[in-house]
């Protein structure tokens, strides 16, 4: 791509989880944060001072010289709030796993997505070059514009559509949010019996270190894909006071069982 078209100077919208981090990360790699807008000023300021930007907390006052406008507000903001940019035809992204480009139709004729996979939270320190930024953009040059700022502050750039995007938005669900509160309900059980949870912690770490093959399911271990009923069964009468979990446990020994078989069958 020619030098002059690519992307220098940029607007952060938001001041929140991900606005912080990537922001943080973009003016690290060099990228110029000219401006931060959020609807906040505390929160604001405090990022706009951390990134050497200008501050606003009117939407209408963007900095028109951005060639990159970034939205990272709440899901259910993006739409209004990327209007009342009264952008024209400048480069206007949002961050949103599961909003579909088309959200942003009407507030810009170049727009895209820049949806980097990872949970962000301000107070937990990230390394942003290991998450996988996927990329949509209305046109291919507005895409390379972005695998370009993508490539910049990530190792991993993926290009997804909006029906893709959302469908990985989904599988995040089921491997980090999941997975999280299956460790929930271990800690929970193990407490009312007076063990600690720290027992657990090594089987945790190997489990989620499985994740680093492509079969995961062929490591998969335990009762259901053993076939083992009596230890099943076991389980569910000492969980047949603790309702909910009981019904997760046969409900996921089910599951295992079934894609045991269709694996099996194949
Ligand atoms: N956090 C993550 O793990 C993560 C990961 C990937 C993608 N994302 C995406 O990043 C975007 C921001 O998420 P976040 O987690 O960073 O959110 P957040 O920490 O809750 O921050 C929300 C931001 O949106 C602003 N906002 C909310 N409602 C608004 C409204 N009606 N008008 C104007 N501004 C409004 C807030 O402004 P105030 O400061 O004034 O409240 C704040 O700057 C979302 O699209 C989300 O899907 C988040």
């Not at 990537?22 to 300021?45: D, F, P, T, W």
């Not at 499985?210 to 099943?232: C, K, L, N, Y």
Request: hydrophobic letters at 40%; a positive charge; one cysteine or more.
């Amino acid at each position: 791509m020619p030098e002059r078209q690519k992307i220098q100077n940029v607007v952060i919208i938001g001041a929140g989880n991900l606005a912080t981090h990537l922001a943080l990360a973009l003016h690290r790699k060099g990228i110029n944060v000219i401006q931060v807008l959020n609807r906040s000023r505390q929160s604001g300021e405090r990022l706009a001072r951390r990134v050497k930007a200008g501050f606003n907390n009117d939407f209408r006052a963007a900095d028109f010289r951005a060639d990159l406008f970034i939205l990272a507000v709440s899901d259910s903001a993006i739409g209004e709030v990327a209007r009342s940019l009264h952008l024209k035809d400048q480069l206007l992204v949002h961050t949103s796993g599961s909003v579909d480009l088309a959200a942003l139709s009407g507030a810009s004729s170049n727009t895209g997505v820049f949806y980097p996979l990872q949970t962000f939270s301000k107070e937990k320190r990230i390394n942003f070059s290991n998450i996988p930024v996927c990329v949509e953009a209305n046109t291919k040059e507005n895409e390379e514009k972005l695998i370009q700022v993508a490539r910049l502050i990530s190792k991993k750039t993926q290009m997804l559509n909006s029906d893709q995007r959302k469908v990985l938005h989904m599988t995040a669900v089921f491997a980090g949010n999941f997975s999280s509160f299956m460790y929930t309900i271990a800690e929970d059980l193990l407490k009312k019996h007076d063990i600690p949870f720290n027992l657990l912690k090594p089987l945790i770490q190997q489990t989620a270190a499985t994740a680093r093959h492509e079969d995961v399911f062929s490591r998969q271990t335990g009762p259901a894909v053993r076939g083992d009923t009596r230890i099943m069964e076991e389980h569910l009468e000492m969980l047949a006071k603790h309702g909910v979990y009981m019904e997760i446990y046969d409900l996921i020994s089910k599951s295992i069982i079934k894609h045991k078989n269709r694996n099996d069958e194949l």
